[in-house]
């Protein structure tokens, strides 16, 4: 398979949080992303560093099965375009289709941080951010932004995010990974768990 050429010649670091809570053609979602960082790995991207994986409740709640999550952080050349593509094709390797909005899924992969870029800017990351549930279902950026909008949000993402940053800050709001996580409801931490 052709490798991504296309990027920068310094070496960024990202990082790239990783779902499955449905069988793919390679097996169970652990076992989907257990293959994950193989495929992600190319010429212009090495894994660095990867999570524990963790059993998350489905988002929205009772929207399907239980997901097993998990964090990656590369090392690439690749442009943050460029990075985001490959990741939207090895989700296609392992079977993922795009047609409803949050539904159940054989991988996702989304692109957490680009090496703290904002893009486009901060106000168009922040209206992405600030938007409310209802309008999440329904509305989608028609271009890349950075920092993903949801981090913030989701204590599937940022408890695996701490295992491999645990110093990580937040580019638009300066705030550290730790108090983001504090900020969040302890139910909905208490509901992520670890798996062996």
């Known amino acids: 398979m052709p490798q991504p050429k296309e990027g920068h010649k310094e070496l960024i670091i990202a990082h790239v949080a990783l779902g499955s809570n449905v069988t793919s053609s390679s097996g169970s979602p652990k076992i989907t992303l257990q293959e994950v960082k193989t495929a992600v790995s190319c010429d212009s991207v090495d894994v660095v560093a990867e999570s524990r994986f963790y059993q998350s409740p489905a988002f929205p709640a009772n929207s399907g099965p239980d997901y097993v999550n998990a964090a990656i952080t590369v090392a690439t050349s ?4 460029a990075l985001l593509a490959h990741l939207h094709d ?4 392992f079977d993922r289709v795009r047609e409803v909005r949050w539904a159940a899924r054989t991988l996702d992969l989304d692109l957490l941080d680009y090496g703290g870029l904002i893009r486009p800017d901060a106000d168009a990351v ?3 951010m600030q938007l409310p549930l209802d309008r999440q279902l329904k509305d989608t950026p028609e271009q890349l932004i950075l920092p993903h909008p949801r981090i913030q949000d989701r204590a599937f993402v940022l408890i695996p995010l701490a295992d491999i940053v645990p110093d990580w800050v937040h580019p638009i709001t300066s705030q550290t990974l730790q108090s983001l996580l504090s900020a969040l409801p302890q139910a909905e931490k208490d509901a992520i768990c670890p798996l062996n």
């Open 78 to 81: 690749l442009s943050a375009e």
């Open 90 to 93: 090895v989700e296609a390797r």
């Open 126 to 128: 922040t209206h992405w």
